[in-house]
Structure formats: structure tokens, C-alpha cells
Nanobody, 120 residues
Framework: QVQLVESGGGLVQPGGSLRLSCTASGSIGSINAMAWYRQAPGNQRELVAVISRLSVTNYADSVKGRFTISRDSAKNTVYLQMNSLKPEDTAIYYC??????????????WGQGTQVTVSS
């Protein structure tokens, strides 16, 4: 069983920064892409940023230039550095991982979510 555990959420003022972390633990095979999603009240869950196994990244237009996704594959950890935060960034942030416990088998893993609130 593989679990994703997130940390780093909290309350921050507009213009501030936060860094989210997500670590996979358990019987890990290999992890391909890792990503961050978010869901604000009344909205659907949306992709924020994704990073491939080779560290190719892609971002939602709304966060380009402000957020940076990175990973430490040796630690099975993905990070999201969030700068210049805006009130509209307020949401629950979820970590996602494309886990392959063995060839031909895929697990779509989700963390429990961490709350980010941007407010003065």
C-alpha cells in the first residue's frame, strides 16, 4: 500500500508565499508523473501543475510565473512553491501520483489534501 502525505498548507496574506510538499511512502514500485490539483468551494478540482519523471513541467495559465513544481525522485517527493499568492488561490490542494507498482499495473494515487487560504 502506497500513501501520499501532504504538508505545508496554511493561512497567508495576499502577495505571500507557501511551499507544499508531498511524499509517497510504502511499497513503491516506480512513480511517473506527479501533480498538484486544487479544489475551491463550489468548483471542480483543477490541475495546477504537473511534472514528469524527467522533470518536464506544465502549469495552469492562472499560476504560470507564480508557482513552481519540482521533485526529488530519490525521496519520492514533489513540491509546489507558491509565490505572489492571491485570494483566488484559496483552495484545498491535492497531490497526485502516477504509481506503477509493477509493469502493466497503474495506481492513480491521491493525498488527503491540504488547505491553503490567502486572506488579509
Amino acid at each position: 500500500q502506497v500513501q501520499l502525505v501532504e504538508s505545508g498548507g496554511g493561512l497567508v496574506q495576499p502577495g505571500g508565499s507557501l511551499r507544499l510538499s508531498c511524499t509517497a511512502s510504502g511499497s513503491i514500485g516506480s512513480i511517473n508523473a506527479m501533480a498538484w490539483y486544487r479544489q475551491a468551494p463550489g468548483n471542480q478540482r483543477e490541475l495546477v501543475a504537473v511534472i514528469s519523471r524527467l522533470s518536464v513541467t506544465n502549469y495552469a495559465d492562472s499560476v504560470k510565473g507564480r508557482f513552481t513544481i519540482s521533485r526529488d525522485s530519490a525521496k519520492n517527493t514533489v513540491y509546489l512553491q507558491m509565490n505572489s499568492l492571491k485570494p483566488e488561490d484559496t483552495a484545498i490542494y491535492y497531490c497526485n501520483a502516477d504509481h506503477r507498482p509493477r509493469p502493466g499495473i497503474r495506481d492513480d494515487l491521491w493525498g488527503q489534501g491540504t488547505q491553503v487560504t490567502v486572506s488579509s
